[in-house]
């Protein structure tokens, strides 16, 4: 049997071996810069609370904005509740990328980032416009930029809300809380916080937090109002106080190794994703948070406490005392600056 060479092949399609090259060439070209079906994207989002609560919506709102102006070519998978890592891992997860993004809160950070800790001063705050003032101006792009130290990129902040005290005992004024132990996330300026009331503070991952208010290992805790109605802690205190005394909120982040990977296309769409679900958050938490107040009216299973003026007024004067404490770490100027941006 004839052998097959290259030559024979030629020779049969009757095609001079110069000819072939000829039309061979624009083929090749045309291989060459015809751009390549676009890389699919894919981006773990790790966060620890539940699908019901404003970073839990937001996160589903970003999946599906992303997905959409992406038309599949960047995959966003939730991991809520802790399912993936914890704030703390997904941390280092995102320093050693293989972690795409997250939203911790900001007491997560201020190991590295001590300015962070501002967001944890107690009573810092007069109401959610001062606070979206600070956020969206020039104190805010700073911290976003500040993170970049620890090789991550800022993206943007997520509200959850204001966060509210709960117990076994009414706590109208600071002296109630004496003597008893609350969960804090790690931050100085949280243990401080309780000190400065005469409580004990201890720090506890947020998934352990409903078993140990149940076994009554801790007395109390603080959270928004969303957090204390999805993960039930209503059911096992028996009272809540309406102090609005901190504020609870996330900074999204990215690692700069895959950051850096993206195109200029890629960014855009994360970027303006990020935005809309960031503006489509602030309203949500707002609205999730009085319905979780009202679901909690509904159970009967706690007494809810409305401060007065004027035990309101006892909060305010205890706790912010400790704001000169911090002038070092946090910075002084920054204090006073975010105090003055509500005037």
């Given at each position: 049997?004839?052998?097959?060479?290259?030559?024979?092949?030629?020779?049969?399609?009757?095609?001079?071996?110069?000819?072939?090259?000829t039309l061979?060439?624009?083929?090749?070209?045309?291989?060459?810069?015809?751009?390549?079906p676009?890389?699919?994207?894919?981006?773990?989002?790790?966060?620890?609370?539940?699908?019901?609560?404003?970073?839990?919506?937001?996160?589903?709102?970003?999946?599906?904005?992303?997905?959409?102006?992406?038309?599949?070519?960047?995959?966003?998978?939730?991991?809520?509740?802790?399912?993936?890592?914890?704030?703390?891992?997904?941390?280092?997860?995102?320093?050693?990328?293989?972690?795409?993004?997250?939203?911790?809160?900001?007491?997560?950070?201020?190991?590295?980032?001590?300015?962070?800790?501002?967001?944890?001063?107690?009573?810092?705050?007069?109401?959610?416009?001062?606070?979206?003032?600070?956020?969206?101006?020039?104190?805010?792009?700073?911290?976003?930029?500040?993170?970049?130290?620890?090789g991550?990129?800022?993206?943007?902040?997520?509200?959850?809300?204001?966060?509210?005290?709960?117990?076994?005992?009414?706590?109208?004024?600071?002296?109630?809380a004496?003597?008893?132990?609350f969960?804090?996330?790690?931050s100085?300026?949280?243990?401080?916080?309780?000190?400065?009331?005469?409580?004990?503070?201890?720090?506890?991952?947020?998934?352990?937090?409903?078993?140990?208010?149940?076994?009554?290992?801790?007395?109390?805790?603080?959270?928004t109002?969303?957090?204390?109605?999805?993960?039930k802690?209503?059911?096992?205190?028996?009272?809540?106080?309406?102090?609005?005394?901190?504020?609870?909120?996330?900074?999204?982040?990215?690692?700069?190794?895959?950051?850096?990977?993206?195109?200029?296309?890629?960014?855009?769409?994360?970027?303006?994703?990020l935005?809309?679900?960031?503006?489509?958050?602030?309203?949500?938490?707002?609205?999730?948070?009085?319905?979780?107040?009202?679901?909690?009216?509904?159970?009967g299973?706690?007494?809810?406490h409305?401060?007065?003026p004027?035990?309101?007024?006892?909060?305010?004067?205890?706790?912010?005392?400790?704001?000169?404490?911090?002038?070092?770490?946090?910075?002084?100027?920054?204090?006073?600056?975010?105090?003055?941006?509500?005037?």
């Open positions: 049997m004839r052998r097959l060479t290259r030559k024979t092949i030629i020779r049969q399609l009757g095609l001079q071996p110069r000819r072939l090259f061979l060439v624009p083929l090749f070209l045309l291989a060459a810069i015809t751009p390549a676009a890389a699919q994207v894919t981006i773990k989002f790790s966060h620890v609370v539940a699908t019901d609560t404003p970073k839990g919506q937001a996160a589903l709102y970003f999946k599906r904005l992303v997905e959409q102006k992406s038309k599949g070519t960047i995959r966003v998978e939730v991991y809520p509740n802790a399912s993936l890592y914890s704030d703390h891992e997904a941390i280092e997860a995102l320093s050693l990328n293989v972690l795409q993004m997250a939203a911790p809160a900001f007491a997560k950070f201020t190991r590295f980032v001590p300015e962070l800790q501002l967001f944890d001063l107690p009573f810092l705050f007069e109401n959610t416009r001062h606070l979206h003032r600070v956020l969206d101006g020039n104190v805010g792009r700073a911290l976003l930029r500040s993170v970049s130290k620890r991550l990129v800022g993206l943007g902040f997520w509200d959850n809300g204001f966060k509210q005290l709960t117990a076994n005992r009414p706590l109208v004024y600071p002296a109630d004496a003597g008893l132990k969960r804090i996330m790690n100085m300026v949280l243990a401080r916080q309780f000190r400065a009331l005469g409580a004990q503070p201890e720090v506890l991952p947020f998934a352990e937090v409903y078993g140990a208010l149940q076994h009554k290992t801790i007395d109390g805790q603080e959270n109002l969303s957090n204390i109605y999805s993960k802690f209503f059911e096992v205190q028996k009272d809540l106080s309406l102090t609005n005394h901190g504020y609870l909120g996330y900074l999204v982040v990215t690692n700069q190794l895959f950051w850096n990977q993206l195109t200029d296309r890629q960014k855009e769409i994360i970027t303006s994703s935005q809309e679900a960031t503006a489509y958050i602030r309203g949500r938490a707002a609205e999730l948070n009085r319905q979780s107040l009202k679901a909690i009216r509904f159970s299973k706690t007494r809810i409305d401060l007065t004027e035990q309101r007024h006892a909060w305010q004067t205890r706790l912010r005392k400790i704001y000169p404490e911090f002038y070092d770490t946090i910075g002084r100027r920054l204090i006073e600056d975010t105090v003055a941006a509500e005037q």
